[in-house]
């Protein structure tokens, strides 16, 4: 009976430690099952001597397992809006919402009406608290495998005013709703050390980003009459690119991401860039969440119409942004 109760002891500790981490560490479950074969398998009899050899034999293969199975797996590291896949059959989603703050350069037109852009990120302070009238922004990707989908939206109000270039004053009100919708595929992942689970992914991107924007021009000269129009336009726009992340140290990712869209077909934008770049850092004491941090430029370049129906928004937009993201 003191045999008995020893082997079950261990068996337990085992299934308590090993099976958890099945799905990461599949060795742990076959350290276990070895260890439980070896309790079946030996012999019947039992003396000190054997009990002590043995039981030492199993100490040290439940050392072994509980290590294994407290090292991550492939499928828990989570970079950032830039999710590790894990194994063929891994469902995963992502939900990140997030804040981007950025600056605006270039032309703003409407019925006809035009004029220059400059907020830069020296005036933040006043776009957080003065000139950023409303946002609601989020991220969020699922898929199986090498393969999801991509959800992200923004909305964004601003209502700048600055200098105009021959004095007066320039003001803006520029509503924009920007809706995006891709495809990834998962293309090379490499495990640059096993050790600490450090890897290289490359992702490629395919999809559409709609746009849906209202510029509201008021030009005020030194001398002359007030002029003011606003007009709203949306289009679509064709969207090809790609991402990639690398493990920088344990628990600290680096990622990149560019994309390309418009070409000038149909009503879409003559040419549209967008780059994000950032690092993310996962949260320890809370597995799957992680903080994220980086850099945004999108440039848009679109014009529509001629006369009253003249629409422009010739716009860099570049910022810091911020996110949260959670992995499940």
């Known amino acids: ?37 070896e309790s079946i398998d030996g012999d019947d009899g039992w003396s000190p001597a054997t009990s002590t050899s043995a039981s030492r034999r199993m100490l040290s293969d439940v050392a072994q397992a509980t290590f294994e199975s407290s090292r991550p797996g492939p499928s828990i590291i989570q970079v950032g809006m830039h999710p590790a896949t894990g194994s063929p059959d891994q469902t995963w989603v992502l939900v990140a919402p997030y804040v981007w703050t950025p600056a605006m350069k270039g032309r703003i037109g409407a019925r006809g009406v035009s004029a220059p852009i400059d907020m830069s990120l020296s005036d933040l302070y006043d776009i957080l608290f003065d000139d950023l009238n409303g946002a609601v922004m989020g991220h969020i990707e699922v898929g199986k495998g090498n393969f ?20 007066g004053r320039l003001d803006f009100d520029i509503s924009s709703t920007i809706l995006e919708s891709m495809a990834m595929a998962r293309v090379v992942d490499v495990e640059l050390d096993a050790a600490t689970n450090a890897r290289w992914s490359v992702d490629l991107l395919g999809g559409a980003r709609y746009y849906q924007v209202q510029n509201g021009v008021r030009i005020n000269p030194v001398n002359g009459p007030t002029v003011s129009a606003d007009l709203s336009k949306e289009w679509v726009d064709l969207v090809i690119g790609a991402r ?13 991401r560019t994309d390309f869209g418009g070409f000038g077909i149909g009503t879409s934008s003559q040419l549209a860039w967008n780059l994000i770049t950032g690092v993310s850092w996962e949260c320890q004491s809370h597995p799957g969440t992680s903080l ?33 993201s959670f992995a499940f």
Do not use: C, K
């Open 1 to 37: 009976m003191v045999s008995v109760a020893r082997w079950t002891w261990v068996v337990m500790f085992v299934a308590a430690s090993g099976p958890a981490r099945a799905q990461d560490s599949g060795h742990v479950v076959r350290s276990g099952h070895s260890i439980f074969m």
């Open 148 to 167: 999801g989908l991509i959800f992200d939206g923004m909305l964004m109000r601003v209502s700048p005013s600055q200098t105009g270039p021959l004095g």
């Open 244 to 256: 990639t992340a690398v493990t920088l140290v344990p628990g600290l990712d680096g990622f990149a």
């Open 292 to 324: 994220v941090l980086g850099y945004r430029v999108l440039d848009i370049n679109e014009s529509q119409g001629s006369g009253d129906q003249q629409f422009r928004f010739d716009v860099t937009m570049q910022g810091p942004f911020a996110a949260f």
